[in-house]
């Protein structure tokens, strides 16, 4: 089953006042949508975009793998543990909130910042939590993995013409960041903030109709 979920139709949320827009793919907060809750350990899939000095202050999480990717923009990271980082395009974020753990993200630079923050559920709650920061994935050959989740995600930047091939999982989830991609030859064409999801079967190549960034989670059932 291929299913297509386009960037208009996710539910819209953030404080437009305080210079904050969310994009949810997922039931999400005050927004509840019985047969949109997940798609395997995936819980949430948010576009933000952040005006320069807007922010989300200190909060809590737990038992929730938290990944972040920045499109533009740089995003301000704090958290309980003491940890304080940017992270910029290019440069995958992993907060696993495990027992408990609470931070503030925000854009402190003078340009505005889209980021895609992706939870997934773990196999297993508690722990301590933990803190990554992998840069130039985009770069790197082999996917970030996410075993405490059963998930693993390659971030793609094809140019115009090339080609992506989808892994065969149980279960697929691509995110377009920016560009424009195609699902197969002839098939239906994708922008930013599109997604599909795949499940029991080989998906579709993608092909690139233009400079692009997709991210690729492969998932267990």
Known sequence: MISVHRADDRFQGGDRHAGILSRHAFSFGTFYDPDNLRFGPVMAVNEERLAPGAGFEEHPHSHTEIVTWVVEGELTHRDSTGRATVVRPGDLQHLSAASGVRHVERNDGDTPLTFVQMWL???????????????????????????????????????????????????????????????????EALGPGDSVRITGETGPELVATGPAEVLVWELSA
Not at 140 to 162: I, K
């Open 121 to 187: 559920a773990p196999l297993e709650a508690g722990g301590e939590p933990a803190y990554t920061i992998v840069p130039g994935l985009a770069d790197a050959a082999a996917p970030y993995a996410l075993p405490a989740a059963g998930a693993a995600l390659r971030v793609h930047r094809p140019a115009a013409g090339e080609r992506v091939a989808l892994p065969a999982a149980p279960l697929v989830y691509v995110h377009v960041a920016a560009g424009s991609v195609r699902l197969g030859d002839g098939g």
